[in-house]
């Protein structure tokens, strides 16, 4: 598989683009990496340096991708952070050229903007771009739970007061309505949920399941990246997204485990990486309906 990942770059540590292509990489698909910002580090130390890209430049690289005839080779288009709605139009207007050349290649979205007791961390406007613009043009899309009530209108992921599972899948529903045939939600809390656990749910037409995997005591920058482009990989190549969801969960968990056993703050990509590549089977799916 061939994926124009359109995202942030970071020379230290492991968040978007810098995140997702290695593991991409390591189960043998073709990654066309198109930056959008080029930072040292990423936000959350409170300090970095580098360039945010100017989407008039972020446009001129995927203008040369497309100057070697080679967009229609694209099966997927991959998207996180978007930082300004400018290049949010960018990354739209990639998916028009990828699909006009390859009418079955997918677009996957990561819609990025908040979190759990964190709230919104985009400017504003971004959130409602998304929502409005990107997500109906996604056709698979991996919202946290913060970030499914906001898309969906709904409130389940209230702390202390968290919706049912079945009120988290009506959510999903809304969303899906709007467009998007996949739906991978990261950072289920539900009102069953057992303690020191989250859930992890896929939704399609052809079905729900839900992951159940232990709370870590870690939350390191970059999962959500590798997560969206573990699910697109496996999605597209099985064809299942039961599987998708038990490969992608596994293989989170074990990068989440060996980051905690290294003690850094920066996931441990490149060592967990054989758990990436051959995805151990730690997790099964249920089937939710």
Avoid at 224 to 235: E, F, I, K, R, S
Wanted: charged residues 20%.
């Amino acid at each position: 598989m061939k994926i124009l990942s359109i995202q942030s770059s970071v020379a230290y540590g492991h968040v978007g683009n810098s995140a997702a292509t290695f593991p991409l990489q390591r189960l043998g698909h073709e990654v066309w990496p198109v930056l959008t910002v080029h930072f040292s580090n990423h936000t959350g130390y409170g300090a970095w340096r580098g360039p945010l890209l100017d989407p008039a430049d972020v446009a001129d690289v995927i203008a040369g991708i497309g100057d070697r005839g080679v967009l229609g080779e694209a099966d997927a288009v991959l998207s996180g952070y978007q930082g300004d709605p400018a290049v949010g139009a960018v990354i739209l207007d990639a998916v028009s050229q990828v699909r006009a050349a390859n009418p079955g290649a997918v677009y996957c979205c990561d819609p990025v903007m908040g979190d759990v007791g964190r709230g919104m961390f985009v400017r504003p406007g971004i959130p409602e771009y998304l929502r409005d613009e990107v997500v109906p043009r996604a056709d698979i899309i991996t919202p946290n739970h913060f970030e499914l009530d906001f898309l969906s209108g709904r409130t389940t992921a209230a702390p202390g007061t968290p919706g049912t599972l079945d009120e988290v899948l009506d959510a999903v529903d809304v969303v899906r309505d709007r467009g998007p045939r996949h739906v991978l939600v990261t950072s289920v809390l539900h009102a069953d949920s057992a303690p020191e656990t989250l859930d992890v749910v896929a939704v399609s037409e052809d079905g729900a399941w839900a992951v159940t995997t232990p709370l870590l005591p870690i939350s390191p920058n970059g999962c959500g990246d590798v997560t969206a482009a573990l699910y697109l990989a496996h999605l597209t190549t099985t064809g299942s997204p039961a599987t998708a969801l038990e490969r992608t969960t596994s293989s989170v968990f074990a990068i989440l485990e060996a980051t905690l056993a290294a003690g850094t703050r920066e996931i441990a990509l490149v060592a967990a990486q054989d758990a990436i590549a051959a995805p151990p089977h730690r997790f099964e799916a249920r089937r939710l309906r």
